[in-house]
């Protein structure tokens, strides 16, 4: 099993930034791929941007290409989410979520953490 807590939420103006962390922890050295998701109210959960745990790989979901940066750090078993230019539809609750090697799915995610812009 593997835990996750995010952290860093908040309410923000439009045009700001915020920086969303995600601890993992129990058999975090399992990990192959992690990722951050969101889901506003009343929509479906969606891919934000992704990172792989042993190779300098991202993704991102085109709505936040150029203004979201993922990061992680190896050593500490966390993934960082760097938001800049948010927009008042970014709101959303941010969730983190972790793929194991031996199924590569998001099989582990995190309570989430709210990020609210304000236009």
């Known amino acids: 099993q593997v835990q996750l807590v995010e952290s860093g939420g908040g309410l923000v103006q439009a045009g700001g930034s915020l920086r969303l962390s995600c601890a993992a922890s129990g058999r975090a050295s399992s990990i192959y791929n992690m990722a951050w998701f969101r889901r506003a109210p009343g929509q479906a959960r969606e891919f934000v941007a992704s990172?792989?745990?042993?190779?300098?790989?991202?993704y991102y979901a085109d709505s936040v290409k150029g203004r979201f940066t993922i990061s992680r750090d190896n050593a500490r078993n966390m993934v960082y989410l760097q938001m800049n230019s948010l927009k008042p539809e970014d709101t959303a609750v941010y969730l983190c979520a972790v793929a194991p090697p031996s199924t590569r799915a998001h099989d582990y995610w995190g309570p989430g953490t709210q990020v609210t812009v304000s236009s």
């Open positions: 990172i792989m745990w042993s190779e300098d790989i991202t």
